[in-house]
């Protein structure tokens, strides 16, 4: 069992099945709130299904139209004008850099593809990144899309002026049909919004009870607990109606625009490390 199937399991033990999820909220069979600080390793960082989460506009629009083959259309084509693909010409505007754009299917067939490139200018994006403020410089950069989607999707954005041999990436590149392209497309022009609007003033209001298991980067939360008790605060959070990324090397998330009372029962009930 993965880590990731520990928490399903868990939180459906405890809370019965999913039943809806809206912005930071999971709702459940037993009528709990709970509050998902893992956000699917960060790919729902803006929210799951949420009325403000246009790529899912887009995503039911596109399949309105049946467009969901293995073909070229209006959203996965190169311009004529530019010579870019809708996905690049967004990636580019996030990295602030022009870029060509490949999907991977896992993050090591990215990251391998990338080193072929570039093994000494290769980074993974993280969104609000204290540490790394021009995402210009790396020749290479690994993203995963802020798409509140539980599969594996992965780009790989490479300078546009870097010579990309035939052979790149073999087989292990992915394809997405229009629908699930265009809205990935729609989800990172709705991140680079999401990162002129949301800024610290909006995540250290919960550090009083959140700083004591966390080191907290920006909106990331790198836990304090002893690795070989993390599992057990992952289920005492639970207890605590609180969704923590359930593997240690993957932060979590400060909860955007949560109520402090969400924090109420871990305050009440600290976990002992």
Not at 21 to 29: H, P, V
Not at 128 to 143: F, R
Not at 180 to 193: F, H
Not at 211 to 216: C, D, E, Q
């Amino acid at each position: 069992m993965t880590q990731i199937e520990f928490l399903a399991a868990q939180i459906k033990s405890r809370f019965g099945t999913i039943k809806r999820a809206r912005g930071n909220f999971l709702y459940t069979q037993k009528r709990i709130r709970l509050t998902d600080m893992f956000l699917e390793g960060g790919r729902a960082v803006l929210g799951w299904g949420s009325d403000r989460c246009s790529a899912w506009t887009v995503f039911k629009n596109i399949i309105s139209r049946g467009v969901t083959g293995s073909y070229f259309t209006d959203f996965n084509v190169r311009s004529k004008a530019g010579g870019k693909t809708p996905l690049e010409r967004a990636v580019s505007s996030l990295l602030n850099s022009e870029r060509k754009v490949f999907v991977f299917n896992s993050k090591e067939n990215a990251l391998k593809a990338a080193i072929s490139v570039s093994p000494d200018s290769t980074s993974v994006y993280r969104p609000w990144n204290v540490q790394m403020s021009d995402w210009t410089a790396p020749d290479c950069v690994i993203i995963a899309p802020p798409l509140a989607w539980a599969g594996e999707i992965w780009l790989c954005a490479v300078k546009e002026d870097l010579f990309i041999d035939s052979d790149f990436s073999g087989t292990l590149k992915a394809f997405l049909p229009a629908p699930l392209e265009a809205s990935v497309v729609r989800s990172i022009y709705d991140l680079i919004k999401a990162l002129q609007d949301r800024s610290e003033k909006d995540w250290f209001l919960y550090d009083k009870v959140l700083v004591k298991y966390f080191k907290r980067t920006g909106p990331w939360l790198f836990p304090k607990v002893p690795e070989e008790k993390y599992s057990d605060f992952v289920k005492h959070c639970l207890d605590c109606n609180l969704v923590i990324s359930p593997v240690y090397s993957v932060p979590s998330f400060v909860p955007y625009k949560a109520d402090y009372g969400v924090f109420r029962l871990l305050e009440k009930t600290p976990f002992e490390y």
